[in-house]
Nanobody, 115 residues
Framework: QVQLVASGGGLVQPGGSLRLSCAAS????????MGWYRQAPGKQRELVAA???????NYADSVKGRFTISRDNAKNTAYLQMNNLKPEDTAVYYC?????????WGQGTQVTVSS
């Protein structure tokens, strides 16, 4: 019914950049919040960044100043620009969208930061 397709992950050296994309399709009556979460091996899933329909943003302290979340409402797409990547950013990144009725999760995309 609802599909979220995340892309853009990969292997990058410390200090490098990646841009993640999440395209939502299907029966989404109204998308309110969109966000990115990540889960590293042995750790709990954590919120990385979120953005409301009106453009208000929220970031985890660990990524402030380095990551930027944005969205294209017409395309139902969210983006996460990740700059100055660190090894501790290595994780599977998950896209989430929310409407009045439910939260929807995409498949994870692997981000690996290593020399």
């Amino acid at each position: 019914q609802v599909q979220l397709v995340a892309s853009g992950g990969g292997l990058v050296q410390p200090g490098g950049s990646l841009r993640l994309s999440c395209a939502a399709s299907g029966r989404l009556i109204r998308i309110n919040d969109m966000g990115w979460y990540r889960q590293a091996p042995g750790k709990q899933r954590e919120l990385v960044a979120a953005i409301t329909r009106g453009g208000s943003t929220n970031y985890a302290d660990s990524v402030k100043g380095r990551f930027t979340i944005s969205r294209d409402n017409a395309k139902n797409t969210a983006y996460l620009q990740m700059n100055n990547l660190k090894p501790e950013d290595t994780a599977v990144y998950y896209c989430k969208v929310a409407n009045y009725y439910s939260d929807y999760w995409g498949q994870g995309t692997q981000v690996t930061v290593s020399s």
